[in-house]
T-cell receptor, first 114, second 114 residues
Framework: DAMVIQNPRYQVTQFGKPVTLSCSQTLNHNVMYWYQQKSSQAPKLLFHYYDKDFNNEADTPDNFQSRRPNTSFCFLDIRSPGLGDAAMYLC?????????????FGPGTRLTVT | GDSVTQMEGPVTLSEEAFLTINCTYTATGYPSLFWYVQYPGEGLQLLLKATKADDKGSNKGFEATYRKETTSFHLEKGSVQVSDSAVYFC?????????????FGAGTQVVVTP
């Protein structure tokens, strides 16, 4: 089945130690998104890629970076995690250019910062 | 700017009860409307959608009708099960957005007891 895959599902890192979360998709969608979600609040958009074009939300901290080496993969890098960065990180994809605007989400990576 | 308002939770009800979650929105033009569901520890799943006025989205016994005159998209289910316990998010996207940004409501937690 076509899907959005996130690895790992659970990640523990130490305060200040860089960490990378990964997302892959078999949907061949051209837009990929990264969200941060805390305590069943609404997901907060960090940034998105439209093909290779990177778009940062204005309030996303510089500590968060992203890479998209090809259509299928996208990475979230947290350069120096703080305790406040502990959250669920969700990857999503969509293909709005076709007129279909729904986003397809992965299962998420739960990040713990110790 | 665009916004989505949904009723606060938690909503607690017994199995086989009728569920309504109210959702209203503010947006210019004709947004697409969505309901997403999030089960504990999981990512978001698209539950249903509607793309134009008077459209009714339905899935798994859930329904919602796009009401432009009242700017609403209330979610209903006639007989809930324990397995429907989850957080439900109402969301919209402007179809004039080239990349399909989702605006979420705050989420409503639903707890169904046997």
């Amino acid at each position: 089945d076509a899907m959005v895959i996130q690895n790992p599902r659970y990640q523990v890192t130490q305060f200040g130690k860089p960490v990378t979360l990964s997302c892959s998709q078999t949907l061949n969608h051209n837009v990929m998104y990264w969200y941060q979600q805390k305590s069943s609040q609404a997901p907060k958009l960090l940034f998105h890629y439209y093909d290779k074009d990177f778009n940062n939300e204005a309030d996303t901290p510089d500590n968060f970076q992203s890479r998209r080496p090809n259509t299928s993969f996208c990475f979230l890098d947290i350069r120096s995690p703080g305790l406040g960065d502990a959250a669920m990180y969700l990857c999503a994809t969509s293909t709005p250019g076709t007129g279909s605007y729904e986003q397809y989400f992965g299962p998420g990576t739960r990040l713990t910062v110790t | 700017g665009d916004s989505v308002t949904q009723m606060e939770g938690p909503v607690t009800l017994s199995e086989e009860a009728f569920l309504t979650i109210n959702c209203t929105y503010t947006a210019t033009g004709y947004p697409s409307l969505f309901w997403y569901v999030q089960y504990p520890g999981e990512g978001l799943q698209l539950l249903l959608k509607a793309t134009k006025a008077d459209d009714k989205g339905s899935n798994k016994g859930f329904e919602a009708t796009y009401r432009k005159e009242t700017t609403s998209f209330h979610l209903e289910k006639g007989s809930v099960q324990v397995s429907d316990s989850a957080v439900y998010f109402c969301a919209l996207t402007r179809t004039t957005d080239s990349w399909g940004k989702l605006q979420f409501g705050a989420g409503t937690q639903v707890v169904v007891t046997p």
